[in-house]
């Protein structure tokens, strides 16, 4: 089953984000793992790629998660057409059972999304927490007082527009890059 969110009139520079569920072939799990190292490794290779990550199933027969994450759809498309992609999948074919599913979701969405069943687990709140913390600080910080001088005069405009580009650098910069940087610590 494919469930495609992503419009055709996507905004140029929103991210996409795919989610693949597979179900692998009992004795090909070795087999898996090492393709995924390296449709990991070859995404990372595109441009605009933001994360790679893969989710194992608490079941042993279930659902192996793959989420591709890329900057914009122009980037994401050049992913899904390219040779290398191609390849990838062949080399899947014969370790999974039936068809993936598939779902893609544009913008931030992929942040928000809940868990399902076993094939998803959440890092604990205060890892969350922290990592929030660690990509709003110095964006309050130093960000902030180096806007002052090019905020407006009215103290409720600056505040509205300094909470606008904080909150702009913090959902597109450092928050996926806390993420990126702490991604093992946080599973």
Not at 153 to 158: D, F, G, R, S
Request: charged share 25%; glycine share 4%.
């Amino acid at each position: 089953m494919i469930k495609k969110v992503v419009p055709r009139d996507t905004a140029p520079h929103t991210p996409v984000t795919s989610i693949i569920r597979r179900r692998i072939k009992q004795g090909s799990e070795a087999e898996f793992d090492a393709w995924s190292e390296s449709i990991a490794r070859t995404c990372s290779q595109f441009a605009g790629h933001l994360a790679t990550q893969r989710i194992r199933p608490v079941d042993p027969r279930g659902e192996h998660v793959t989420i591709i994450s890329f900057d914009k759809y122009e980037n994401y498309q050049a992913w899904e057409e390219s040779e290398e992609r191609s390849r990838l999948l062949d080399r899947v074919k014969p370790l999974t059972e039936g068809r993936p599913s598939r779902e893609y979701i544009e913008g931030l969405n992929h942040w928000l999304l809940p868990g399902t069943g076993n094939t998803r687990s959440w890092p604990p709140d205060f890892r969350m927490v922290l990592i929030a913390f660690l990509a709003i600080w110095p964006i309050v910080h130093f960000v902030r007082p180096a806007l002052a001088p090019y905020l407006p005069e009215h103290p409720l405009l600056a505040s509205i527009s300094a909470t606008a580009i904080i909150s702009l650098m913090m959902g597109y910069l450092s928050l996926p890059l806390m993420v990126r940087i702490f991604r093992r610590w946080l599973r």
